[in-house]
């Protein structure tokens, strides 16, 4: 017997009753039920979906408010002044209250309607619809349940309701068309699977291993918006490990699987786990994250393994680095795209790692004043914590930190930009060049 969750036009929701859920309004921002109560004041059917609903029924804090609506975006946008009208794919309203916005969706039409590629990926999705098509075009079961301003129950359409009790992830619809359509829901799956701690269902794990692939077909700068909600939300090692076990990551970052391969590569293993959980340490602690750093661990293996093959008698090591960086970090883009004010502090992450070994006081004035010292400074701990660098240079830069900042001397000889190299090649890139 089928067991996908089959798209029944006629069905009636079930309807769970205020008194028996957990949703309340003391959970919902005041500018989400700003929204859905204008909404329905106007006479619009006013939902608070996805993702918040999900969490709240949870226990967890809920990280945005998504409503749906049968207004147009156009009436949404004549009732909201502070709202704008975005997206390509389905046109939907972002209203803005200062750093909050609430995104506001009209209920999407049959999936008939919806324009696709050969492969069936879903292009253009700009028909309207009513809740009980809506409902069906939204990816996971617990994604699907609707939260009626009108009267504080739930409506249920597609079995969520349970799932979430279940802790089961459950792809709405057939899970292999699903995927075909929208190729991210694989990596939503394992986002969710991660950060939920829920099961994904037999049948919607089914699929994954052989279509993985076709993640690719997803434009590189939606992927790199995947990869940071992957990596940045708090379950980056989690959402790391079930992208491999998925085989979703050789398609993300396919040097660092190759890497990780290795026989040789426990350290560089070692070095992303630490690094993973230390990202999810500072969300936890509410700390600010950014993905350059994780960027440029994720891609160490790979450029360390680049300069050893291309290390050769002519050039110096810090060319290579510099060299064997450049290459990964254009390989790299080829799946994700890495904006470029991302990718530029990334490299300097990197290619500062040489220059710790210089212990020239000016020098180290000079690399303590970087602004990406720190950032350089922490790989160099994980490098170390790893058994890749010696434990006496983490000493050396950790006491250099604390020691108080003299003012600079004019009298002390700055290094000359120019020096004399040692050998016939005198062009080095030119930010390896600290004088
Ligand atoms: P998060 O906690 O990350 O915000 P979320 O479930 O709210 O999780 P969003 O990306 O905010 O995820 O999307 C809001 C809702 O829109 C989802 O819950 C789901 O119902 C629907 N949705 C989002 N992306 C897709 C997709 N690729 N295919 C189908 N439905 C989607
Ligand atoms: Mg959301």
């Given at each position: 017997?089928?067991?996908?969750?089959q798209?029944?036009?006629?069905?009636a929701p079930?309807?769970?009753?205020?008194?028996?859920?957990?949703?309340?309004r003391?959970?919902?921002?005041?500018?989400?039920?700003?929204?859905?109560?204008?909404?329905?004041?106007?006479?619009?059917?006013?939902f608070?979906?996805?993702g918040?609903?999900r969490?709240?029924l949870?226990?967890?804090?809920?990280?945005d408010?998504d409503?749906?609506?049968d207004?147009s975006p156009e009436?949404?946008?004549?009732?909201f002044?502070n709202?704008?009208l975005?997206?390509?794919r389905?046109?939907?309203?972002?209203v803005?209250?200062?750093?909050?916005?609430i995104?506001?969706a009209t209920?999407r039409g049959?999936a008939d309607?919806?324009?696709?590629?050969?492969?069936?990926?879903?292009?253009?999705?700009?028909?309207?619809g009513?809740?009980h098509?809506?409902v069906w075009?939204?990816?996971f079961?617990?994604?699907s349940l609707?939260?009626?301003?009108?009267?504080?129950?739930?409506?249920?359409y597609t079995?969520?309701f349970?799932d979430?009790q279940?802790?089961l992830?459950?792809?709405?619809g057939?899970?292999?068309?699903?995927?075909?359509e929208?190729?991210?829901?694989?990596?939503?799956?394992?986002?969710?699977?991660?950060s939920?701690d829920?099961t994904i269902?037999?049948?919607?794990?089914?699929?994954?291993?052989?279509?993985?692939s076709?993640i690719?077909?997803?434009?590189?700068?939606?992927l790199?918006e995947e990869v940071?909600?992957?990596?940045?939300?708090?379950?980056?090692?989690?959402?790391?490990?079930?992208?491999?076990r998925?085989?979703?990551?050789q398609y993300?970052f396919p040097?660092?699987?190759?890497?990780?391969?290795?026989?040789?590569?426990?350290?560089?293993r070692?070095?992303?786990?630490?690094?993973?959980?230390?990202?999810d340490?500072?969300?936890?602690?509410?700390?600010?994250?950014?993905?350059?750093?994780l960027?440029?661990?994720?891609?160490?293996g790979p450029?360390t393994?680049r300069?050893?093959?291309?290390?050769?008698?002519?050039?110096?090591?810090v060319?290579?680095l510099?060299?064997?960086t450049d290459e990964v970090?254009e390989?790299?883009?080829?799946?994700?795209?890495?904006?470029?004010?991302l990718?530029a502090p990334?490299?300097e992450?990197v290619?500062?790692?040489?220059?710790?070994?210089?212990?020239?006081p000016?020098?180290?004035?000079?690399?303590?004043?970087?602004?990406?010292f720190?950032?350089a400074y922490?790989?160099?701990m994980?490098?170390?914590?790893?058994?890749?660098?010696?434990?006496?240079?983490?000493?050396f830069?950790?006491?250099?930190?604390?020691?108080?900042?003299e003012?600079e001397?004019?009298?002390?000889?700055?290094?000359?930009?120019?020096?004399?190299?040692?050998?016939?090649?005198r062009?080095?890139p030119?930010?390896?060049?600290?004088?």
């Amino acid at each position: 017997m089928n067991q996908h969750v089959q798209h029944n036009q006629d069905a009636a929701p079930r309807v769970v009753t205020r008194a028996d859920h957990t949703v309340s309004r003391a959970n919902i921002s005041r500018n989400a039920l700003k929204v859905l109560n204008r909404l329905h004041q106007n006479g619009y059917q006013a939902f608070l979906v996805g993702g918040a609903v999900r969490d709240i029924l949870l226990g967890r804090e809920p990280k945005d408010f998504d409503v749906a609506t049968d207004a147009s975006p156009e009436q949404i946008g004549e009732l909201f002044r502070n709202s704008r009208l975005i997206g390509r794919r389905f046109r939907l309203a972002h209203v803005h209250f200062g750093r909050e916005i609430i995104e506001v969706a009209t209920f999407r039409g049959g999936a008939d309607d919806v324009e696709t590629d050969g492969g069936g990926r879903i292009l253009r999705d700009n028909i309207y619809g009513a809740i009980h098509e809506d409902v069906w075009r939204r990816d996971f079961t617990v994604n699907s349940l609707y939260y009626n301003i009108e009267d504080f129950s739930i409506w249920d359409y597609t079995g969520g309701f349970d799932d979430v009790q279940n802790r089961l992830l459950r792809l709405i619809g057939d899970p292999e068309a699903r995927y075909r359509e929208d190729p991210v829901r694989m990596l939503r799956a394992a986002r969710f699977a991660a950060s939920l701690d829920f099961t994904i269902e037999t049948e919607t794990e089914a699929p994954i291993a052989e279509l993985a692939s076709i993640i690719n077909d997803v434009p590189p700068a939606r992927l790199f918006e995947e990869v940071l909600k992957l990596f940045l939300k708090g379950s980056a090692l989690s959402s790391f490990e079930h992208l491999r076990r998925y085989g979703l990551l050789q398609y993300l970052f396919p040097e660092t699987v190759a890497c990780m391969e290795l026989p040789n590569a426990g350290s560089f293993r070692d070095l992303l786990r630490a690094a993973l959980a230390n990202t999810d340490q500072r969300v936890e602690e509410g700390k600010p994250v950014t993905p350059v750093f994780l960027l440029a661990v994720l891609l160490w293996g790979p450029i360390t393994q680049r300069v050893a093959a291309i290390a050769n008698e002519r050039h110096g090591p810090v060319f290579w680095l510099h060299r064997a960086t450049d290459e990964v970090v254009e390989g790299q883009q080829q799946y994700i795209a890495i904006p470029r004010r991302l990718a530029a502090p990334m490299r300097e992450i990197v290619c500062l790692q040489p220059r710790f070994a210089n212990k020239g006081p000016a020098r180290v004035r000079r690399l303590l004043g970087h602004p990406r010292f720190r950032a350089a400074y922490d790989l160099l701990m994980l490098r170390i914590a790893v058994g890749e660098e010696d434990p006496a240079l983490g000493e050396f830069w950790t006491e250099a930190q604390n020691e108080p900042v003299e003012a600079e001397n004019p009298e002390e000889p700055r290094p000359r930009r120019r020096r004399r190299r040692r050998g016939p090649h005198r062009r080095r890139p030119r930010d390896q060049d600290d004088g």
